[in-house]
Nanobody, 127 residues
Framework: QVQLVESGGGLVQAGGSLRLSCAAS????????MGWFRQAPGKEREFVAA????????YYADSVKGRFTISRDNAKNTVYLQMNSLKPEDTAVYYC????????????????????WGQGTQVTVSS
């Protein structure tokens, strides 16, 4: 069982930066793959970034590659999403997700692969 709580969202100007955090509780956090997804008003939830349990593999949506960085600190039971060069189209609710033992890229990128979800944090980027 894993419980996830996101934080760090807010309002920023285009070109600015934010760092989102996802704090996890549970005895086996280090064994879980972690992902970030986002959902804008009127749109479906979409993949943003993911990281393997060991941190040695990362995946990014084309729309954020080169601007966003996912990382994790298993000692702190926390996963991060560093967002730079933000654009108005990045505006969305960002969700942290977790699942045990995701072993292929296809699973990391699919929201249906994840069993545990946080409540979401709002990111708004003004023009």
């Amino acid at each position: 069982q894993v419980q996830l709580v996101e934080s760090g969202g807010g309002l920023v100007q285009a070109g600015g930066s934010l760092r989102l955090s996802c704090a996890a509780s549970g005895r086996t956090f280090s064994s879980y793959a972690m992902g970030w997804f986002r959902q804008a008003p009127g749109k479906e939830r979409e993949f943003v970034a993911a990281i393997s349990w060991s941190g040695d593999k990362t995946y990014y949506a084309d729309s954020v590659k080169g601007r966003f960085t996912i990382s994790r600190d298993n000692a702190k039971n926390t996963v991060y999403l560093q967002m730079n060069s933000l654009k108005p189209e990045d505006t969305a609710v960002y969700y942290c997700a977790a699942n045990y033992a995701l072993n292929s890229e296809a699973y990391y990128l699919n929201l249906r692969s994840y069993s545990y979800w946080g409540q979401g944090t709002q990111v708004t980027v003004s023009s």
